[in-house]
């Protein structure tokens, strides 16, 4: 496949609001991808969501293009062989062993939500597409029906994706306790230790981290809030609806003081994590910021880690520089993923 399709982010030049389409070599927006896209800005995906899909439409456009098929002309023998392209290590190269595969299934299997996300909204937007892309199946489980379900001689309906990849169950990776003390030693500052910290206390993701302020964190009832906000200044998503409070230890809340009484000091900002070591100063820190904490911490102690591992379950006590105790992984999946 070559690069005759990309991905461009827009902004917003009144919001700034960031999302992404896909264009042609020409830079001209394939309109069956922008639609589909601008409905899951309308409808508030976060941006990383849009990407991710805009990525997968990419790669779906750029394979009709070389084989010559309209949008509206593919059936699902195509989507099979659009399945082969994606798994083929070279063009041309059947996959008998799926160890040599270029991507993985559950990889595939996201492109493939993209494609038949597309084809979905298309169809319930008037555009004839092939019907065997549209796959439903009968709502609910069991033999129990809703109230109404057969009101006008139809059962309710729902979409089913016609093709998927099985995939293989693997346990999380995570970190041993010992691991996690290291990363926490080789931190230069107080800042950076309160972040890995909580994010391997509470579970919590990245974006719910950045997009903190202090009113969240409730010292006084040994709480943090998640909340989600559209408008934080530096792109942080809380992928939840609802506020979530989360339980923390006294070990925590000393960190959080700590780290504002000798770092932070009378620094005016809503936001918990500042960048205060690096330009832009005392702005919200951003996921680069914390990408480059990674990077320095990965070089600095030869673990080869990321932060989502720190949500997976981790039971024990880490022990701060400080000879302050904070409990790690009293339990996860406290933060809702929705």
Known sequence: MGETVRVLQVVAPTSGAVSFTVVDEAFTPVEPAEAYLAHLVAIERSPNTVRAYASSLKLFFEYLESREIAFDAVHLDDIGRFVSALRA???????????????????????????????????????????????????????????????????????????????????????????????????????????????????????????????????????????????????????????????????????????????????????????????????????SAVSGLVNRLRARTGIEFNLHMLRHYVDGWVMWPAGVFAVVGVSRGSVPAT
């Not at 309906?157 to 995570?174: C, D, F, G, I, N």
């Not at 972040?195 to 391997?200: G, I």
Request: glycine fraction near 8%.
């Open 89 to 287: 290590p070279a063009e041309g190269v059947i996959v008998i062993d799926a160890s040599l595969s270029r991507r993985a299934e559950s990889t595939v299997n996201r492109h493939l939500a993209a494609v038949f996300g597309l084809y979905h909204f298309h169809a319930r937007h008037g555009v004839k597409v092939a019907e065997e892309l549209i796959g439903w199946r009968s709502g609910g489980r069991g033999s129990y029906k809703p109230f109404l379900d057969q009101v006008g001689g139809r059962a309710r309906r729902a979409p089913q994706r016609p093709v998927r990849l099985r995939v293989s169950r693997r346990l999380p990776k995570t970190l041993a306790i010992e691991e996690i003390a290291v990363l926490l030693d080789a931190c230069d500052h107080l800042r950076d230790r309160f972040l890995l910290t909580l994010l391997a206390e509470t579970g919590m993701r990245v974006g719910q981290a950045l997009g903190l302020r202090h009113e969240d964190f409730v010292s006084r009832e040994k709480t943090v809030r998640i909340v989600p906000r559209t408008d934080n200044a530096n792109g942080a998503r809380a992928k939840c609806r609802d506020v979530a409070e989360i339980p923390v230890s006294t070990g925590l809340v000393r960190a959080y003081s700590e780290y504002l009484f000798a770092e932070y000091g009378d620094l005016d900002s809503d936001y918990v994590f500042v960048n205060l070591f690096a330009s832009p100063h005392s702005r919200p820190m951003r996921y």
